[in-house]
C-alpha cells in the first residue's frame, strides 16, 4: 500500500462546478501538504496543515478552499475555478520535524486537474 | 530570499552514459536542508536523498551519487551508467528552517532526464 494517496487521479470539470480532492497519508505523520505543479514551472506550495491546524497559505485564491479534518486526511475544495487553474495537484506528509531536524515530505501520485 | 536553480530543462543521454544534474541554491540561513525528488511519467514525487547544511560529505548510492558543495552553493547529482527506467524530471529542492510551520519546500524547476536505449 502506498504510503499516501490521492483520489481522483484525472478530474475534468466546468468553471461553474464544484468539485474537491482527497487526499489521505498512512503513514502516521502530522503534517500535510497541497501543491500545485504547472506545466514548465517549478512546484508550488499552497497549504500546509500541522496537526490539522493551518500554518499555511501561500496566497493562494479563494476558489480553493482546503479541510483537514485530521492529520491522516486533507482536502481540497475547488469552485468556479479558471482554465489557468488546470496543473497536477500534489499532495504531500511529513512528520512534525524535531528542534534542529527535518523531515523529509512523501509525495502522492497527484490529482490532474483540466479546467474547461 | 531562498532560490533553487536547475539551469538544465532537459538532458537526453544514451544508455549507460553518465549524467550529471546541476543544482544551484541561494539561502540567508546557516542551517538548511536540500533535497532532491525523482519524478516519473506517473507523477508522484520520489524522495532520493536529504543533505544538511553541515554535512558537506559526498554521497553515494547505487548509481547515484551526489556533490554538495558550500562554497559554491551547489548539490549537484551524478547518475552513472544511466538505465532507460532513469527517465524521469529530477527536482532539487531547498527547506526554510521555520520547522514549526511544517516545513515548507522550495524547488527548483526540474530537469527532465530521457535515456535512450
Known amino acids: 500500500e502506498t504510503g499516501v494517496t490521492q483520489t481522483p487521479r484525472h478530474l475534468v470539470m466546468g468553471m461553474t462546478n464544484k468539485k474537491s480532492l482527497k487526499c489521505e497519508q498512512h503513514?502516521?505523520?502530522?503534517?500535510m501538504y497541497w501543491y500545485k505543479q504547472s506545466a514548465k514551472k517549478p512546484l508550488e506550495l499552497m497549504f500546509v496543515?500541522?496537526?490539522?491546524?493551518?500554518?499555511e497559505n501561500n496566497s493562494v485564491p479563494s476558489r480553493f478552499s482546503p479541510e483537514c479534518p485530521n492529520s491522516s486526511h486533507l482536502f481540497l475544495h475547488l469552485h468556479t475555478l479558471q482554465p489557468e487553474d488546470s496543473a497536477l495537484y500534489l499532495c504531500?506528509?511529513?512528520?512534525?520535524?524535531?528542534?534542529?531536524?527535518?523531515?523529509?515530505?512523501?509525495f502522492g501520485p497527484g490529482t490532474r486537474l483540466t479546467v474547461l | 530570499a531562498q532560490k533553487v536553480t536547475q539551469a538544465q530543462t532537459e538532458i537526453s543521454v544514451v544508455e549507460k552514459e553518465d549524467v550529471t544534474l546541476d543544482c544551484v541554491y541561494e539561502?540567508?540561513?546557516?542551517?538548511?536542508?536540500l533535497f532532491w525528488y525523482k519524478q516519473p511519467p506517473s507523477g508522484e514525487l520520489v524522495f532520493l536523498i536529504r543533505?544538511?547544511?553541515?554535512?558537506?560529505q559526498n554521497e553515494i548510492s547505487g548509481r547515484y551519487s551526489w556533490n554538495f558543495q558550500k562554497s559554491t552553493s551547489s548539490f549537484n547529482f551524478t547518475i552513472t551508467a544511466s538505465q532507460v527506467v532513469d527517465s524521469a524530471v529530477y527536482f532539487c529542492?531547498?527547506?526554510?528552517?521555520?520547522?514549526?510551520?511544517?516545513?515548507?519546500?522550495?524547488f527548483g524547476q526540474g530537469t527532465e532526464l530521457s535515456v535512450k536505449p
Open positions: 543533505r544538511n547544511s553541515f554535512d558537506e
Open positions: 496543515y500541522n496537526f490539522k491546524e493551518q500554518t
Open positions: 503513514l502516521g505523520h502530522n503534517a
Open positions: 539561502t540567508r540561513d546557516t542551517t538548511y536542508y
Open positions: 529542492a531547498l527547506s526554510e528552517t521555520d520547522y514549526n510551520q511544517g516545513g515548507k519546500l522550495i
Open positions: 504531500a506528509s511529513s512528520p512534525i520535524a524535531k528542534a534542529g531536524h527535518y523531515n523529509e515530505q512523501f
